[in-house]
């Protein structure tokens, strides 16, 4: 089943190739989004584990971000059919090959047992996005996309020297090496401490740099600036999620070498940078989907304090994980159908929208209140679960600096989005509109995250309580 996951989006990367018509071909991702998450689907409820010693299988944080990246791709491979068909003028081929590559370099990378195997897979989807970011063809998204690659080379090379201090950590304690998560935590007490200090920080700077931490964001606002929206919702969602589980499995191995209080503070600390950087860099904003790009950097920021703080704080991080992820979605596949009406991104130029394009500046308008905490979203929720942690935690400094960075947040981009929304400037100025195409997978996104706002499953109540138990292994 595992392996299936992994073929299914790999035939339809190939199978782009083989399709001539550049009209039809879009299906294709529809095609590979249903069958890939009907295989999900399968292997949550229960398929069969494999042996200890294969290299693929789910753990708890895993299960979260393979049905969270499954559900996000399919959305975005809908709203891809109406997408490519306005955009006939180009070529989808590389397009479609490459959104397919992508979901398959994720799923290995959710997938992946191994912290080798792990880090490959990260690698690959930051190979499999780049086309996706250079799509229009221009001065601005080449030089984004050298950017993307260049920056991301850097942090998965500092990766990889994590992951060798890391194996080394249980070489120079005489123990059997092994880059397999399972071994690492069982073996985790005998493990040199100064080694796995250092590689913890090699690994979180560079996994960080794919998440998008400040200091590490910088290539973040050209490329989801550049990228068309629906790759901005992979970008957003999946890959910084993955980049996200990457550091979750190397703190449990830290957590378990009786190092988790040493990792926890790194994180909080960058946690607080990176809210810091994006509030500061939201005040102002004119470009819509910079404003994005900073709020991604602020919602990293939020995942590593809930972590860093544990019990409560995991299970708020974890929520709002799936939160962030489907929101984003949300903002933006809206901000893209905006783009598209407007021939714009600037505040400067679009404006009124709600009357120009009442659909999609809706959803826009709904996403950022959903995005910035408002009730009843599901981000209000977990943010409200990490600010309780922080209090409850013996950290009343960091709670208090939390929900000041989310006050900033909401101002900054309220200025933003009420000069899109409720401007009177002129109305669209192509033939692009609102269409069931590409609104309906909009709407589905925002219904989930009402979901996680109002009625949390019970399922899922469970799978976030195992998650917290996963991460809190004791040394």
């Not at 929720?381 to 209090?391: C, H, K, Q």
Request: some cysteine; charged content about 10%.
């Amino acid at each position: 089943m595992a392996l299936a996951l992994i073929l299914v989006p790999t035939l339809g990367a190939l199978a782009a190739f083989a399709i001539r018509d550049n009209h039809n071909r879009p299906w294709l991702l529809v095609a590979v989004a249903v069958a890939h998450l009907a295989l999900t689907v399968l292997l949550l409820c229960g398929a069969t584990p494999p042996p200890d010693t294969s290299w693929l299988w789910l753990d708890p944080p895993g299960r979260l971000v393979l049905g969270l990246v499954s559900v996000l791709f399919l959305a975005t491979a809908v709203y891809a059919v109406g997408y490519l068909r306005y955009r006939h003028e180009r070529a989808n081929a590389i397009f479609i090959a490459c959104l397919n590559a992508l979901l398959a370099a994720l799923t290995v990378a959710i997938l992946a047992r191994h912290l080798g195997l792990m880090w490959v897979a990260v690698e690959a989807s930051a190979l499999a996005a780049a086309p996706l970011i250079y799509f229009n063809k221009n001065k601005r998204s080449i030089e984004a996309t050298w950017k993307y690659l260049l920056v991301g080379s850097v942090g998965v090379a500092i990766a990889l020297l994590g992951t060798f201090f890391i194996a080394y950590s249980a070489v120079h304690a005489g123990a059997e090496p092994s880059l397999r998560f399972d071994d690492l935590a069982q073996a985790a007490p005998t493990l040199s401490k100064p080694w796995l200090r250092a590689g913890f920080v090699l690994a979180l700077v560079g996994y960080g740099t794919k998440m998008g931490l400040a200091p590490m964001h910088t290539w973040k606002p050209d490329a989801y600036g550049e990228a068309p929206g629906l790759a901005g919702a992979l970008l957003a969602g999946g890959v910084t999620s993955a980049a996200f589980l990457a550091i979750l499995r190397i703190l449990r191995v830290c957590n378990a070498a009786g190092e988790g209080a040493y990792a926890s503070s790194l994180l909080l600390g960058l946690g607080l940078f990176s809210m810091a950087v994006a509030a500061a860099l939201l005040v102002g904003q004119r470009d819509v989907k910079r404003m994005l790009a900073y709020s991604s950097v602020e919602h990293m920021g939020i995942l590593a304090i809930g972590v860093s703080l544990g019990g409560v704080g995991i299970f708020g991080a974890m929520l709002h994980l799936l939160a962030n992820g489907l929101t984003k979605g949300v903002l933006f596949l809206s901000a893209a159908n905006l783009h598209r009406g407007y021939q714009s991104r600037f505040t400067t130029d679009v404006s009124g929208a709600l009357r120009g394009m009442p659909a999609s500046a809706t959803l826009f308008l709904l996403g950022f209140f959903a995005i910035t905490g408002a009730p009843p979203f599901g981000p209000f929720v977990s943010e409200l679960t990490i600010a309780r942690a922080a209090f409850l935690g013996d950290q009343p400094v960091a709670g208090a600096l939390f929900l000041l960075f989310l006050m900033i947040v909401f101002i900054g981009m309220g200025q933003t989005v009420l000069k899109l929304c409720f401007g009177d400037g002129p109305g669209p100025t192509t033939t692009w509109r609102d269409r069931a195409a590409t609104t309906g997978p909009i709407f589905v996104l925002l219904a989930l995250v009402l979901m996680l706002g109002t009625l949390v499953p019970d399922v899922l109540t469970a799978l976030l309580t195992e998650n917290v138990a996963w991460l809190e292994v004791a040394p």
